[in-house]
């Protein structure tokens, strides 16, 4: 049985805008990733030998950066990370997958001996709060500037 034809369009045009959703070269990802080039530091991108790929790999400090999407990672008291209220039998699971997930990469590096930063959409959204953001992470770097 289907549903309407509004909920049938509105359903094409849901699935069309998900598609356009891309995994990597992401705003928030382009955004940290200049602003770190700006800094100095040079890193390497989507490594698939660690754990959960992380975005942005800088292996001579061993530190590794996830750039997360505050609605696909759930971020804790964010307004991006509102669950939807279709589908909720779907969303749920998937999304509490994606938090189980990012939680097992993150032991996995840090029991390899990575540090594991996570800047999360919103902050880079906010120059003041992509900088704060930063500062936490290369305190040394941008205390010389």
């Not at 509105?10 to 598609?19: E, F, G, N």
């Not at 705003?27 to 992380?54: Q, S, T, V, W």
């Not at 540090?115 to 010389?144: G, N, S, Y």
């Amino acid at each position: 049985m289907t549903g309407t034809p509004k909920e049938e369009s509105t359903k094409l045009a849901r699935s069309r805008m998900m598609s356009r959703i891309r995994a990597k070269n992401t705003k928030p990802e382009l955004a940290i990733r200049r602003a770190i080039h700006a800094l100095g530091y040079r890193f390497r991108l989507h490594r698939k030998d660690l754990p959960g790929k992380p975005d942005i790999v800088m292996a001579r400090h061993q530190l590794v950066i996830f750039v997360h999407g505050c609605f696909w990672h759930q971020h804790h008291g964010c307004k991006l990370a509102s669950k939807p209220k279709s589908a909720t039998d779907y969303w749920g699971p998937k999304l509490a997958r994606n938090v189980a997930r990012d939680a097992e990469a993150s032991a996995a590096l840090r029991l390899a001996g990575w540090q594991v930063e996570t800047v999360w959409e919103c902050d880079t959204r906010v120059p003041t709060r992509l900088q704060a953001r930063l500062e936490e992470i290369f305190p040394e770097q941008l205390a010389r500037k």
